[in-house]
């Protein structure tokens, strides 16, 4: 099984443009998330799934959308790319919310 | 706000030494988690002890839970150059999401 597999791992972009990360998952979980990571700041909530054609706000959700149209993937896009947002994304998901997390490889995103 | 605050924030030992890292939480917690993250690479589930629980192991892995003192910590015995890496504690105090502190990073020195 691929577990969770993240799409595209790298990406530049500029300032203004649009872009959507992908994440599939092939282990039927509920579950969904999608986080950011920052040096020194840990890992931080973008937005969530709890099932599919359901969404919701993390921690840090300004500027994110997401969808989940299939319970496999949850897709995040950023509509108007800043340089805040320059990160590294990080799909997960979980049979429950109590579960354990399976990460994908994450997803390096530079906005220039 | 993140939920769990992990301390130190790095640690260097040598091989063959203990290791051991603390993670603290604010709210009632289900269950917390601990993660391991080797550079460049997605986090890996590590163990999960529920809120009920006060000691679990897993082959060189303890970890403790206080509920009193909103706290748990990691134990790595005899670690190995290879255990190098950030460790993640995370918690479900938010609801329907895990929510993770910034991070532990060990050094294993040969």
């Known amino acids: 099984n691929a577990g969770v597999t993240q799409t595209p791992k790298f990406r530049v972009l500029k300032t203004g443009q649009s872009m959507t990360l992908l994440c599939a998952q092939d282990?039927?979980?509920?579950?969904m998330y999608w986080y950011r990571q920052d040096p020194g700041m840990g890992l931080r909530l973008i937005h969530y799934?709890?099932?599919?054609?359901?969404?919701a706000k993390g921690e840090v959700p300004d500027g994110y959308n997401v969808s989940r149209l299939k319970k496999q993937n949850f897709l995040l896009g950023l509509e108007s790319a800043a340089p805040s947002q320059t990160s590294v994304y990080f799909c997960a998901s979980a049979a429950s919310h109590t579960g354990e997390l399976f990460f994908g490889e994450g997803s390096r995103l530079t906005v220039l | 706000s993140q939920q769990g605050e992990e301390d130190p924030q790095a640690l260097s030992i040598q091989e063959g030494e203990n290791a051991t890292m603390n993670c603290s939480y604010k709210?009632?917690?289900?269950?917390l988690q601990w993660y391991r993250q080797n550079s460049g690479r997605g986090l890996v589930h590590l163990i999960l002890?529920?809120?009920?629980?006060r000691e679990k192991h897993s082959g060189r892995l303890r970890v403790t839970l206080d509920t009193s003192k909103k706290s748990s910590s990691l134990l790595i015995t005899a670690s190995r150059a290879a255990d190098t890496a950030s460790y993640f504690c995370a918690t479900d105090a938010w609801g329907n999401d895990m929510r993770f502190g910034a991070g532990t990073r060990l050094t294993v020195k040969p």
């Open positions: 002890i529920r809120s009920n629980e």
């Open positions: 709210t009632s917690i289900n269950n």
């Open positions: 799934s709890v099932g599919e054609g359901t969404t």
């Open positions: 282990m039927n979980h509920e579950y």
